[in-house]
């Protein structure tokens, strides 16, 4: 433990020079900022129970506005391999431009528009369409962005997926969760992304009940992406579609995502199924199905000292298959966000899965095995600067 503390130490020494400097930028042009995040855990599905502090991740934000011209850099190092920094990668680097306050054109590793937003929930873990390359997906490409007011409209092609960086894999080090290929593998597909495009359409509604007011957002989006088999040479594709909808009334949120997906992969050998990769690692993921987000959460409405207002969640997200004798997955997590003054934010999170590979279960996106339910207990600290 003290290792990690140590060099975390030293990592966030190196940030400092950059913050000082940017203080010192008179045009306030370029913003350097950071966190350095711990995580506590105790699950009851595996031999190492966990039940002590790990370092959990560094990570490095750069943010570049000047006139017209805007730019973002997020880097984020984790531990791996039995080494502090065994992998590390971006996970956006991008470039825009806003000719005017509602049109924005963005080149490079960037979200693809796809669903409610980035992210589907407010929890730290996200749901489990982010493994199932539905949720956070940052990919290399070119979008454009028509955003008046109470609309949102947005175009993105994708050239490539996320690329892959540090690590002993040779196609999944990198944070999204991308289609992948590890020649070395067994049991796996071969799929390389390409051309991807991505459409989504939103509007937001302004609207009373009685005195109460209440802002609602219904939209949908699709994403089609061209695959290349590396073993068969041939061309197959996945499909994406999604509906969604989110309200607020004061304090409370609610909202959800339905939608479906298709992959064709080209595989006769492997037909049921595709490999994923992420965070160095892979896994198999069903071909066809639906998926389910939707989350309730409320800010508490008091606040103490320096401590802001409490966040309290509960997430649910589940894959449901279409092959026959394949298990959905499923998790369920309920947790609470608070932070003290800017510098110190935590969550705590209470997480129920069923064949899910994250949590204990190798074919748990897959076939699933399981029918048992694995359960963790989450605590993140985070130093933001």
């Known amino acids: 433990m003290f290792k990690p503390l140590f060099i975390s130490a030293s990592i966030l020494s190196l940030f400092s020079p950059l913050v000082f400097a940017e203080t010192e930028n008179t045009e306030k042009n370029l913003d350097v900022s950071g966190t350095i ?3 506590y855990t105790h699950n009851d599905y595996l031999e190492d129970s966990g039940n002590k502090i790990d370092f959990s991740d560094a990570v490095l934000w750069l943010n570049y506005q000047k006139d017209k011209v805007s730019g973002h850099l997020d880097y984020r190092v984790y531990e791996a ?3 502090l920094a065994g992998i590390h990668f971006p996970v956006n680097a991008w470039l825009a431009y806003n000719p005017t306050p509602e049109h924005k054109i963005t080149a490079g590793l960037q979200p693809v528009p796809i669903g ?3 992210y589907y929930s407010s929890t730290y873990n996200l749901t489990q369409l982010y493994q199932l390359g539905l949720e956070e997906v940052n990919n290399w490409g070119l979008s454009y ?3 008046p007011e109470n609309f949102n409209f947005n175009l993105a092609y994708f050239f490539a997926g996320a690329g892959s960086h540090t690590g002993k894999s ?6 999204s969760s991308n289609l992948t290929a590890e020649p070395s593998a067994e049991n796996t597909t071969q799929l390389e992304e390409k051309n991807s495009i991505a459409l989504k359409v939103d509007k937001t509604f302004q609207h009373q009940i009685g005195h109460q007011d209440i802002q609602s957002t219904l939209g949908s989006s699709y994403l089609y992406t061209e695959l290349d088999n590396l073993k068969t040479h041939q061309t197959g594709e996945r499909q994406v579609w999604t509906a969604f909808y989110k309200t607020k009334v004061d304090n ?3 909202n959800i995502i339905y939608g479906g997906q ?3 992969n080209k595989d006769d050998l492997i037909s049921k199924e595709s490999t994923f990769g992420f965070f160095d690692g892979y896994y198999n993921v069903a ?8 989350e309730v959460n409320y800010t508490l409405p008091y606040s103490f000292n320096n401590w802001s207002q409490p966040l309290l969640y509960s997430n649910y997200s589940r894959y449901f298959k279409d092959e026959k004798g394949y298990q959905d997955s499923e998790r369920l997590i309920n947790g609470v966000y608070t932070k003290y003054k800017d510098n110190l934010q935590f969550y705590l999170e209470y997480i129920s899965t069923r064949n899910d590979t994250a949590f204990g279960v190798a074919d748990g996106y897959s076939k699933g095995s399981s029918n048992e339910w694995n359960n963790k207990l989450f605590l993140s600290l985070g130093y933001y600067f």
């Open 37 to 39: 995040r711990f995580q």
């Open 81 to 83: 391999h039995d080494k």
């Open 116 to 118: 409610l937003s980035r």
């Open 145 to 147: 962005q028509y955003q």
């Open 170 to 175: 040779k196609n999944s080090s990198h944070y």
């Open 252 to 254: 409370l949120n609610f």
């Open 262 to 264: 298709d992959i064709n």
């Open 287 to 294: 071909n066809k199905g639906n998926f389910l987000s939707t």
